[in-house]
């Protein structure tokens, strides 16, 4: 019985499992086009489009150097994908891709761009790009340079480092492109945010925060220039686990180190000011009922953010909600006023006596001073600064009563008020002090709790009586209140 095939059965079972190869080994030799990236993947690459530093603050292994890695790949090559909204060069990029040593260079950022030792081209470059690699001295399977073909037909040029060696190997160079893999020490991120001054060029950060507040975290979470922008990625951000996973990873790291490597959130020295949890601090927000007291709380800056926030009461629970928060640099007494007046021209507002609490650099006169211009602007600053009922005014009195009140569910604060948590996450001690920095909105909300005796109901305006006023002419003839 003849086969109506062409070609024995046994022949076209060889022949699909030769094709099969060899689509296996073209996705393989070009994983580029197959790069989707998880949704915070996509908001760190989309940051591009506008920031000059950018900075992926992730927990650990959740594809923060996947994601670093497919990017430069785009950039080296010139092709991006349909759905890219980032930076886009038109142009051959030279760049550095850095690990703190050469070896971790070579086993994350190298396998990452290029693939396995001996599988040049599997990695996010592909093959069809890839012109030729130059090796690292004294590092087995170590690579010093890639050279990529640009879809301009020109060559890109990627050069790998490490921050072992020091500041003065990355100066003189003039780059497009660094990305750093894992923190780098404060003196090597600026030589290489230097080195892309000239071309306008771009740096990326991909690390988990396991070094706690450094100078680099400080920059990006607090300093806040305008060029900066920050993505942060938990564990719950990462696709590929699913919940049962990500609780048995969770459950493995010891409590001091579970934010870091599961939510990247930085390892603060010795602890959290408030140790807890936002959900135990954070409510929906709600219309504040008319019988509640309500006033304000303000801390001076000028170089740090002059910050306020607006706080209810309910007496009865003896619970206090922070419903309202504005912070801002370099904002003068007028625009700020102009700001948080809207709040309400009748809520007392409560003030720092010294800067040494607020973390500024005024004194108890220049504290006067400013309460007087902050009232000629029409905020109803209260007579004296804030002090308990006893007249002391401790920085740690006003923390514990804040710590005490979260605890036990007695201090709130709506949850779309993301700079305080912001502050709340960060707030922290070292060598058993705290620590003065982006406490703003922290300080504010102390200074209003101390002076809560003093808040007040909403005043509903008075209906006016014709009688109170007399007879009058109207225009329907009825009276002039009309």
Same mark, same amino acid.
């Given at each position: 019985?003849?086969?109506?095939?062409?070609?024995?059965?046994?022949?076209?079972?060889?022949?699909?499992?030769?094709?099969?190869? +060899?689509?296996?080994? @073209?996705?393989?030799?070009? @994983?580029?086009?197959?790069?989707?990236?998880?949704?915070?993947?996509?908001?760190?690459?989309?940051?591009?489009? %506008?920031?000059?530093?950018?900075?992926?603050?992730?927990?650990?292994?959740?594809?923060?150097?996947?994601?670093?890695?497919?990017?430069?790949?785009?950039?080296?090559?010139?092709?991006?994908?349909?759905?890219?909204? !980032?930076? @886009?060069?038109?142009?051959?990029?030279?760049?550095?891709?850095?690990?703190? /040593?050469?070896?971790?260079?070579?086993?994350?950022?190298?396998?990452?761009?290029?693939?396995?030792?001996?599988?040049?081209?599997?990695?996010?470059?592909?093959?069809?790009? *890839?012109?030729?690699?130059?090796?690292?001295?004294?590092?087995?399977?170590?690579?010093?340079?890639?050279?990529?073909?640009?879809?301009?037909?020109?060559?890109?040029?990627?050069?790998?480092?490490?921050?072992?060696?020091?500041? +003065?190997?990355?100066?003189?160079?003039?780059?497009?492109?660094?990305?750093?893999?894992?923190?780098?020490?404060?003196?090597?991120?600026?030589?290489?945010?230097?080195?892309?001054?000239?071309?306008?060029?771009?740096? &990326?950060?991909?690390? /988990?925060?396991?070094?706690?507040?450094?100078?680099?975290?400080?920059?990006?979470?607090?300093?806040?220039?305008?060029?900066?922008?920050?993505?942060?990625?938990?564990?719950?951000?990462?696709?590929?686990?699913?919940?049962?996973?990500?609780?048995?990873?969770?459950?493995?790291?010891?409590?001091?180190?579970?934010?870091?490597?599961?939510?990247?959130?930085?390892?603060?020295?010795?602890?959290?000011?408030?140790?807890?949890?936002?959900?135990?601090?954070?409510?929906?927000?709600?219309?504040?009922?008319?019988?509640?007291?309500?006033?304000?709380?303000?801390?001076?800056?000028?170089?740090?953010?002059?910050?306020?926030? @607006?706080?209810?009461?309910?007496?009865?629970?003896?619970?206090?909600?922070?419903?309202?928060?504005?912070?801002?640099?370099?904002?003068?007494?007028?625009?700020?006023?102009?700001?948080? &007046?809207?709040?309400?021209?009748?809520?007392?507002?409560?003030?720092?006596? =010294?800067?040494?609490?607020?973390?500024?650099?005024?004194?108890?006169?220049?504290?006067?001073?400013?309460?007087?211009?902050?009232?000629?602007?029409?905020?109803?600053?209260?007579?004296?600064?804030?002090?308990? +009922?006893?007249?002391?005014? !401790?920085?740690?009195?006003?923390?514990?009563?804040?710590?005490?009140?979260?605890?036990?569910?007695? &201090?709130?604060?709506?949850?779309?008020? *993301?700079?305080?948590? +912001?502050?709340?996450?960060?707030? %922290?001690?070292? =060598?058993? *002090?705290?620590?003065?920095?982006? =406490?703003?909105?922290?300080?504010?909300?102390?200074?209003?709790?101390?002076?809560?005796?003093?808040?007040?109901?909403?005043?509903?305006?008075?209906?006016?009586?014709?009688?109170?006023?007399?007879?009058?002419?109207?225009?329907?003839?009825?009276?002039?209140?009309?």
């Amino acid at each position: 019985m003849s086969s109506s095939l062409p070609f024995e059965p046994s022949k076209a079972s060889w022949l699909l499992e030769l094709l099969r190869k +060899e689509q296996t080994r @073209r996705a393989s030799e070009n @994983r580029l086009i197959e790069y989707r990236p998880y949704a915070k993947q996509r908001e760190f690459h989309d940051a591009g489009a %506008h920031h000059r530093q950018r900075l992926l603050m992730a927990a650990n292994q959740v594809g923060k150097t996947w994601a670093a890695g497919f990017e430069l790949a785009m950039h080296a090559t010139g092709v991006y994908p349909g759905w890219w909204q !980032g930076r @886009r060069w038109t142009r051959p990029i030279v760049g550095w891709a850095a690990g703190v /040593t050469g070896e971790s260079t070579r086993d994350n950022p190298q396998r990452i761009l290029l693939g396995r030792p001996g599988q040049w081209g599997t990695g996010a470059i592909p093959k069809a790009h *890839l012109i030729d690699t130059s090796s690292a001295r004294g590092l087995a399977d170590a690579v010093d340079t890639i050279r990529v073909r640009h879809v301009s037909g020109e060559t890109s040029t990627i050069q790998l480092k490490s921050y072992e060696k020091g500041r +003065e190997k990355w100066q003189g160079e003039t780059l497009d492109f660094v990305w750093f893999d894992e923190e780098p020490p404060a003196d090597i991120y600026m030589e290489g945010l230097t080195r892309t001054n000239a071309t306008g060029g771009m740096t &990326l950060i991909t690390f /988990t925060p396991l070094l706690g507040m450094t100078e680099v975290v400080r920059r990006f979470l607090l300093e806040k220039p305008p060029d900066c922008q920050v993505t942060s990625m938990t564990i719950h951000d990462a696709e590929h686990y699913t919940d049962e996973q990500r609780a048995a990873i969770i459950a493995t790291y010891p409590e001091h180190e579970r934010k870091a490597r599961t939510q990247g959130i930085p390892q603060l020295g010795s602890g959290r000011v408030f140790p807890f949890e936002k959900s135990l601090v954070a409510c929906q927000s709600f219309p504040i009922p008319e019988h509640w007291v309500q006033g304000c709380g303000i801390d001076f800056g000028w170089d740090h953010p002059s910050a306020g926030v @607006r706080v209810a009461w309910d007496r009865d629970s003896d619970c206090l909600y922070v419903c309202a928060a504005h912070r801002a640099k370099a904002q003068t007494p007028m625009m700020f006023t102009a700001a948080t &007046l809207p709040w309400g021209a009748w809520l007392p507002w409560a003030w720092p006596h =010294d800067g040494k609490q607020s973390g500024g650099k005024f004194n108890a006169q220049d504290q006067q001073q400013l309460q007087a211009i902050y009232k000629k602007h029409g905020l109803a600053m209260l007579f004296q600064h804030a002090q308990f +009922e006893d007249g002391t005014n !401790g920085v740690e009195a006003g923390i514990t009563e804040m710590y005490e009140r979260m605890e036990t569910g007695r &201090l709130k604060v709506f949850a779309h008020l *993301l700079d305080w948590f +912001e502050e709340f996450e960060l707030y %922290h001690r070292k =060598d058993g *002090l705290i620590v003065k920095l982006n =406490d703003d909105l922290i300080s504010a909300t102390r200074y209003a709790i101390m002076m809560r005796r003093y808040f007040v109901t909403q005043k509903k305006p008075k209906k006016v009586r014709e009688e109170e006023y007399g007879p009058g002419p109207r225009a329907d003839g009825l009276g002039w209140l009309a």
